[in-house]
């Protein structure tokens, strides 16, 4: 497979944009998530250039080796997070002289998918401003915009477009394939503990945890802003939850580790209340009787675990909602599989690019990120936001308040 990379435009892509140019060390300062987006870039498979125009350089504002030493300044945190930047493209000509290379000529682009033989038709540019688009276009590779520099709103639609950096490394497909959940969980190499630390923690370890934990915020808020725009979808399996439990069918919840703690979570919600004082509603975690899971687990294996109970108590007309941020836990697959079988109302939560779950159930909400912890929060807003939905059918009077009555008719 031909190696595929991925051209950065520096400042409002990686480092704060000063209008007065980035001139030493001091000045700068790395975008939240700027340097974890390339190294998911390089965990992805993507080998990443910076392609930047500086003619703070030609100038005389700022030598070639200040240059070097800010630029070295970048790799090394980048290097913390486990990635890489292979080169840096410079034009360090001022817009007078006309070069071909200072963006938005495509000299840049062009010299660097020469030197390092890849092709530019499919290759993203990311940057922040219109010069960046240009430059792209004019070199026939695809512009993308990040809203962390010039560019604070989407001015052109055409162009892909994206909060920061680290979004759009999120989004980008894995060309490395196969990685099992507990593989995609972050290593943060500076924070290894050290053991031998008593008292006073490093300078630089609290920084590195508060740069992390901003970056976290980013991610959580671009996939919550995502989910928005599948309100629709939401709203369809709110539709199916109501009319399930209208026609005195049940819920059935199930999911691994976290995701069987949010299963609990969902169908108490249901059980219990939500926020309506309203009756009791038929729901059901399989996640949570041990006598079950051991023997099942024990007799027939892990994957049938859920699958076996669905046997024992799904019933057509049942919704069962599996929850997996993988998407790919064949125990939750197979689960799903049998309960279609049994004609039930197959619904998964998923996240990155929803694995097999994305076209084994009847509705498949995917969370748009890849972080297994940022999926779950997620799943928890869905949920929320479903029995809310449940507990508005009662106000509508689309429910009875009697278990068994059944204003809504089949309601199938
Ligand atoms: O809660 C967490 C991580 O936040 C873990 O317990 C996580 O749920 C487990 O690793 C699961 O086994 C992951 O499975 P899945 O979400 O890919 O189906
Ligand atoms: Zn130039």
Known sequence: MTERFVLLDRDGVLNVDRPDSVTSVAQLQLLPGAAQGVALLNRKGYRVLVITNQSVVGRGLLSPADLGAIHTVIQTEVGAFGGHIDAFFVCPHDRHEGCACRKPQPGLLLKAAQQYGFQLAHTDFVGDASSDIEAARRAGAEPVVVLTGKTKTPADLSVRHYRSLYDYAQCQPALITGEPAWQRKEVHPTMTLDHSIHGAVPEEFTAAGLRTMQDRFESHLSAVENLRTQLPLLQTVAQALVQCLQRGSKVLWMGNGGSASDSQHLAAELVGRFVLERRGLASVALTTDTSILTAVGNDYG???????????????????????????????????????????????????????????????????????????????????????????????????????????????
């Open 302 to 412: 892990f994957e049938e675990i859920f699958a076996r109970q669905i046997e024992a108590l799904c019933q057509p007309g049942d919704v069962v909602i599996g929850l997996s941020t993988s998407g790919n836990s064949p125990n939750v697959l197979r689960a799903l599989q049998r309960a279609r079988q049994l004609g039930a109302v197959t619904v998964g939560l998923t996240g990155g690019s929803g694995g097999a779950m994305a076209t084994q159930c009847d509705h498949c909400v995917i969370v748009a990120a890849d972080s297994t912890a940022r999926v779950q929060e997620c799943h928890i807003l869905i949920g929320h936001l479903l029995c809310e939905q449940v507990d508005a059918a009662y106000t509508a009077g689309l429910l009875a308040q009697e278990a068994g009555a059944n204003p809504g008719g089949s309601g199938a």
